[in-house]
């Protein structure tokens, strides 16, 4: 999936670091409600077929681009997706806020 095809599909809200759909995919979806479910402390969105994270999405959604590396959440927050929350971090960067 490119970012392109992300946006067609989801509408991320930076200030909330909420998904929407803005299509139904399926029988279930309805256009406009909240994507993703938690797991893991994370949230997770499903699209056809293939499970995301959605900070990773959301690094998708703002930047045009996959990360290289990992995506921090700065506050420990792992199901906060706000776009100020956000930083693309080593592994070792990652790893500093276990425990906060």
Do not use: C
């Amino acid at each position: 999936m490119d970012a392109e095809q992300l946006r067609e599909i989801l509408h991320y809200e930076a200030g909330t670091g909420v998904f929407t759909w803005r299509v139904k995919l399926n029988r279930q979806m309805i256009v406009g409600s909240v994507a993703g479910h938690k797991a893991h402390g994370y949230i997770i969105i499903g699209i056809k077929g293939e499970l995301y994270r959605a900070h990773r999405l959301a690094w998708l959604y703002q930047t045009g681009r996959w990360p290289d590396g990992d995506i921090d959440h700065k506050n420990g927050n792992k199901e906060d997706n706000q776009w100020e929350n956000l930083r693309e971090a080593t592994r070792s960067q990652n790893m500093q806020n276990v425990g906060i």
